[in-house]
């Protein structure tokens, strides 16, 4: 009975360590742009409206990022884009599951800047494929968390056909920007 008393004991101490080892960070406003350069033409776009969870502890990180919700400067860019590319309709998010890995060592729950690799799956047009890229975790004194990574697409990677029509409009390659500012959940 004694035995009993203590174990429960023992397990009402370690709830509260075990909870703050698994904090949360999140937001659904987060930012993805994505930038093609030719000598024809520029491309731009941005989704502001970006959801992402990410666990220190773990290193865990997730984004989900809507489409339609990519804005163009021009309409009928962000038509075609939604319709002929991407066809939203049909793949209505892009999804990343993965890790943030530190260097050895180092500790992304601690306040300060920290160089991570960006490890996991991307998937686009409902293709999955690896991804790994260099980014940043910032780790504010106010108890927020900034995750910023740069990374290059090709979109025939993803499945996306581009016709020969307008493919010396669009980069081979494509650099997307993830910026995103997490609070605790």
């Known amino acids: 009975m004694k035995t ?3 174990l429960i004991y023992a397990a009402i101490l370690l709830l509260p360590s075990m909870s703050m080892a698994q904090d949360k960070y999140g937001t659904r406003n987060g930012e ?3 930038f093609s350069s030719t000598p024809m033409e520029d ?4 989704n502001t409206k970006v959801a992402s969870v990410f ?3 773990t290193g865990t990180i997730e984004f ?3 489409i339609k919700a990519f804005e163009f400067e021009k309409a009928l860019m962000q038509e075609h884009f ?7 309709s049909t793949f209505p998010k892009a999804t990343f599951k993965g890790k943030l890995v530190p260097a050895e060592g180092d500790d992304l729950s601690k306040t300060g800047i920290h160089a991570v690799n960006v ?6 047009h409902g293709v999955e494929k690896p991804m790994k890229a260099k980014g940043t975790v910032e780790v504010g004194a106010d108890g927020t968390v900034k995750a910023m990574c740069d990374f290059d697409i090709k979109p025939e990677d993803h499945g996306i056909t581009i016709p020969g029509v307008v493919r010396a409009k669009i980069a081979q390659t494509i650099t997307a920007k993830v910026r ?3 609070s605790k959940l």
């Open 55 to 57: 666990v220190p502890t």
């Open 82 to 88: 939604n319709e002929n590319y991407m066809e939203s």
């Open 32 to 34: 993805i742009s994505f």
């Open 64 to 66: 989900s990022a809507l």
């Open 4 to 6: 009993a008393k203590t």
């Open 119 to 124: 490890e996991g799956m991307l998937t686009i």
């Open 180 to 182: 995103v500012t997490l």
């Open 43 to 46: 491309i731009s776009a941005i």
